[in-house]
């Protein structure tokens, strides 16, 4: 029989027994305290780590000692028994309290030394079918072994690579075993229920179709559609797949074990909610979600889904667009909406919609060839501040290995350790809630190759898949990852990953740089006091709290009283005429039109003014096409106010200054530079 062996045999105590009820099952919980169970201790005659102590037994609803080598007990009345229930649950309470190890306890004339039980340690999970590796291609093998990408053989070598590691025990794999295994997850077909929350049912019967349709007409069936094959075997496997994903994470949610892995295909990332495609048949990890968030209320409100595959999750992201409970973050190759799958989805302006607007973030790699820096990088300032401020109950990985060093397809450099690290930095979240769910690892292999070119590349890459499913698995076994060799993101990677950070900081406060300084606010501020010092102008304040913010340092105007030699501090709450006693006034309005504001910024080369170069601070020169213009009216003895448009008006504290994509003149910009005109009319001209 099994013995539990997260509680040393030795932290036993007749106690304990003592404490348990007759409907109590000897494997439950009591006033806190877990309890294993020790038939093979009593069955050696050695409970509470004292030899020759005889086994229990019942007697009205109390455990009774039996008389042994170390006391020879009386048998008692009915009253003395209840009379020491009393002592025993005060006992339970002195252990609950903290009593550790050696402080001694009188339970009727016994003294008994009391141990600490320690809380009995969760598992990791592993979700493994192999009737999963039913759904393969109809059409026969070819002499040189033109295999599948979505390969059936993807789970079983990573499988193995669990179990020749010893993180799991199979009788077909004689290795050692870690001290704390992994905690096997039995997969079930998903229900139709389930796969309708996030599919149409006419998508759900036309799968279930498939397992009554002859074999030629599958072959023909799948060719209508976006990389998908089909055979008899293929709707259980998607069943089994998508139930798998369920199983895992309710036992994770429901406190089963700590965190899980969930090695199934077919995979689902791609799977929209009325098609399949990509390899995918039933949205596995938004099935998943959808069913946690409906049968734990309470404990599985909001999901993060966290897509490191190297395409695109399309099929994720179309299930919860709406949806302000789910994030959904997906780093993958875009190459401009023509890397799989195709169009403009998987950009970085798709941010969700209506109640789930900002609840979408996707970091589109421009190309192939990013590595662990520009992972981490991504991960550093976009992914963990935004699933911290997101503050999720449930974590879910769509684990795609296509991005793994080695995959020719994929085409990036990601390592076992870098998906060690990304792993390790979500554990934290959701108080460890955490599920890896197997995505596709390989999307399109050249068809025609020869026999040993198949047999290197596709054995590396599943290798390379193995691999770093072993390194994850890892991470969830609390195991430190690897140190990380590289460190310094790529010019490409780390632009988009800055791109993405200023384009979602609109929904997110955390991605705002907290000591930003916008360079056309320092440049106002510089030339403000340089119109200050050099032609005695002071700054008119507008007394609007809408317009206050928004033209800061934007309107300026002469001190007559300065110019004539008087040295006190100007008040713009002093009569107008202070600033505009001239009998004529030159106003200077400069409206932004070529979306940048005056002054401009130019840089060159010292050894040639005509080339480009890097922009630094030290060949960089402002330049203000306007100072001879205030240099004659100053002359002449005008009064000049200066009143500068900025393109972009903030409207309130929290405002996106960072977004300068809106159009220039809208009718916001119009109205609050009209209303700016006929204040500085009223209150300082007329």
């Known amino acids: 029989m099994e ?27 009591i006033n806190g305290l877990v309890l294993s169970s020790t038939e093979a201790a009593y069955r050696n005659g050695d409970v509470g780590g004292v030899p020759g102590l005889a086994s229990p037994t019942l007697r009205d609803g109390l455990v009774t000692q039996q008389p042994g080598t170390l006391a020879n007990l009386k048998t008692r009345e009915n009253s003395e028994l209840n009379q020491d229930a009393g002592v025993q649950l005060k ?61 059936p053989r993807r789970i079983y070598h990573i499988y193995r690579e669990l179990c020749q590691a010893g993180l799991y025990k199979d009788p077909q794999f004689d290795v050692p075993i870690v001290d704390k295994p992994l905690e096997r997850i039995r997969a079930r077909n998903a229900t139709a229920s389930e796969i309708c929350l996030v599919h149409h049912a006419n998508h759900y019967h036309f799968m279930e179709s498939t397992a009554a ?75 998943a979600a959808r069913v946690c968030q409906a049968d734990f209320p309470e404990l599985c409100r909001k999901v993060l889904v966290l897509d490191w595959d190297v395409h695109h999750g399309n099929g994720i992201q179309q299930a919860f667009y709406n949806d302000p409970n789910v994030l959904y973050i997906s780093i993958h190759v875009h190459e401009d909406g023509t890397f799989y799958p195709p169009g403009p989805f998987g950009d970085h302006m798709h941010c969700g919609a209506g109640a789930g607007l ?144 200023v384009y979602q900081s609109r929904f997110w406060p955390c991605l705002r740089s907290v000591s930003k300084s916008n360079t056309k606010d320092a440049l106002r501020a510089y030339q403000k006091q340089q119109l200050c010092d050099e032609y005695d102008m002071i700054e008119l304040s507008v007394f609007r709290d809408r317009l206050s913010k928004s033209f800061k340092h934007q309107v300026l105007a002469t001190d007559v009283e300065r110019r004539k030699g008087s040295h006190q501090l100007a008040s713009t709450t002093q009569m107008p005429s202070r600033f505009l006693s001239s009998s004529t006034t030159h106003i200077i309005i400069k409206p932004d039109l070529k979306r940048h504001d005056w002054p401009t910024l130019k840089w060159y080369d010292v050894n040639s003014p005509i080339s480009q170069c890097e ?6 020169y402002k330049y203000d096409t306007l100072n001879w213009y205030r240099d004659w009216a100053i002359k002449e003895g005008f009064a000049i106010i200066d009143v500068n448009f900025p393109n972009h008006i903030a409207d309130s504290d929290d405002a996106d200054e960072l977004d300068y994509d809106k159009e220039l003149e809208t009718a916001k910009h119009l109205a609050e530079r009209a209303e700016l005109a006929i204040y500085l009319w009223e209150n300082y001209i007329e």
């Open 91 to 151: 006992s339970a309470s002195f252990a609950e309290s903290g009593s550790s190890l050696g402080d001694e306890i009188t339970v009727g004339d016994i003294a008994w030394s009391m141990p600490i039980v320690q809380p009995k340690l969760l598992a990791t999970g592993l979700c493994y079918d192999v009737r999963m590796r039913y759904h393969c291609e109809l059409e026969a093998a070819k002499p040189r072994l033109d295999f599948h990408p979505e390969d």
């Open 358 to 501: 900002g609840r979408n973030i996707n970091i589109p790699w421009p190309t192939k060839g990013m590595g662990d820096a520009d992972y981490l990088y991504a991960f550093q300032q976009v992914v963990m501040p935004v699933a911290y401020d997101f503050n999720p109950d449930l974590v879910i990985i769509a684990a795609g290995f296509d991005a793994a060093v080695g995959d020719q397809l994929g085409g990036c450099f990601v390592t076992p350790t870098c998906y060690a690290h990304m792993t390790h930095m979500l554990n934290p979240l959701a108080e460890g809630k955490l599920v890896v769910c197997l995505e596709v690892s390989s999307f399109s292999t050249p068809r025609e190759v020869k026999l040993t070119d198949l047999a290197r590349k596709g054995g590396y890459n599943l290798a390379s898949i193995s691999k770093s499913a072993l390194a994850v698995t890892r991470t969830l076994l609390s195991e430190p990852p690897d140190r990380i060799m590289e460190t310094k993101p790529t010019k490409a990677g780390a632009a988009t990953v800055d791109m993405v950070r």
């Open 3 to 29: 013995i539990d062996l997260d509680v040393p045999m030795s932290g036993f105590s007749s106690l304990e027994s003592g404490l348990r009820r007759p409907s109590e099952d000897i494997n439950q919980p």
């Open 213 to 287: 349709t002859p074999d030629e007409d599958l072959v023909h069936l799948e060719r209508q559609y976006d990389s998908i094959y089909f055979n008899r075997l293929t709707f259980s496997s998607a069943l089994l797949s998508a139930g798998g994903a369920i199983e895992t994470c309710k036992a994770v949610v429901g406190g089963r074990v700590k965190n899980a892995i969930a090695v199934i295909r077919p995979p689902g990332h791609h799977a929209e909610c009325n098609r399949p495609m990509g390899f995918c048949l039933f949205d596995n990890v938004s099935i």
């Open 615 to 620: 922009a630094t601070i030290t060949n960089m």
